[in-house]
T-cell receptor, first 109, second 112 residues
Framework: GQNIDQPTEMTATEGAIVQINCTYQ??????LFWYQQHAGEAPTFLSY??LDGLEEKGRFSSFLSRSKGYSYLLLKELQMKDSASYLC??????????WGAGTKLIIKP | IAGITQAPTSQILAAGRRMTLRCTQD?????MYWYRQDLGLGLRLIHY???????GKGEVPDGYSVSRANTDDFPLTLASAVPSQTSVYFC???????????FGPGTRLTVL
């Protein structure tokens, strides 16, 4: 079966750095997405990786290793507004998105 | 309209009733999707449409039907609602394939 694993919940301190990991086992791979979802709102696109390596976008970076079936989202200089769930999703060989259950990130002052 | 909209925002429905959730996008995206999101689970694909006039089944299609008469609209119908269909429903659109999907604000549905 297809599976996306990410931690259920993480806690970090304002101003710090946090890394959210995602491991996947899917039938084929056509890219990996990270989305942010604030409570009661829709998911919004953060990043996309299709090749191995690091993609940096401001305070957020996303890393991919296809051989290990592994990605992480790195958030720097954490702000209270970063409190949200972070969803990892992989596009499989049929171009359907397989979603992880999400990681709830709690930021403490 | 800017982006993707859904209606209603929330709804309480008696079991056995028929209900249609509406979704409209103005981005001229080819593909549209319906997901449900339940606590502790990832988003699960109900139905999708790669282009106007075509639809396909996702991971959890039973009890739901869709149509795609034009590019902009992709309604989701529950023919006879059951309590297990209580969920938050998100519509999304994109250019298809591995392209980014953009989500509507969601509909919170409660079936009693």
């Amino acid at each position: 079966g297809q599976n996306i694993d990410q931690p259920t919940e993480m806690t970090a301190t304002e101003g710090a750095i946090v890394q959210i990991n995602c491991t996947y086992q899917t039938s084929g791979f056509n890219g990996l997405f990270w989305y942010q979802q604030h409570a009661g709102e829709a998911p919004t696109f953060l990043s996309y990786n299709v090749l191995d390596g690091l993609e940096e976008k401001g305070r957020f970076s996303s890393f991919l290793s296809r051989s290990k079936g592994y990605s992480y989202l790195l958030l720097k200089e954490l702000q209270m507004k970063d409190s949200a769930s972070y969803l990892c999703a992989v596009t499989d060989s049929n171009y359907q998105l397989i979603w992880g259950a999400g990681t709830k990130l709690i930021i403490k002052p | 309209i800017a982006g993707i909209t859904q209606a209603p925002t929330s709804q309480i429905l008696a079991a056995g009733r028929r209900m249609t959730l509406r979704c409209t996008q103005d981005m001229r995206h080819n593909a549209m999707y319906w997901y449900r999101q339940d606590l502790g689970l990832g988003l699960r694909l109900i139905h999708y449409s790669n282009t106007a006039g075509t639809t396909g089944k996702g991971e959890v299609p039973d009890g739901y039907s869709v149509s795609r008469a034009n590019t902009d609209d992709f309604p989701l119908t529950l023919a006879s609602a059951v309590p297990s269909q209580t969920s938050v429903y998100f519509c999304a659109s994109g250019q298809g394939g591995a392209d980014t999907q953009y989500f509507g604000p969601g509909t919170r549905l409660t079936v009693l």
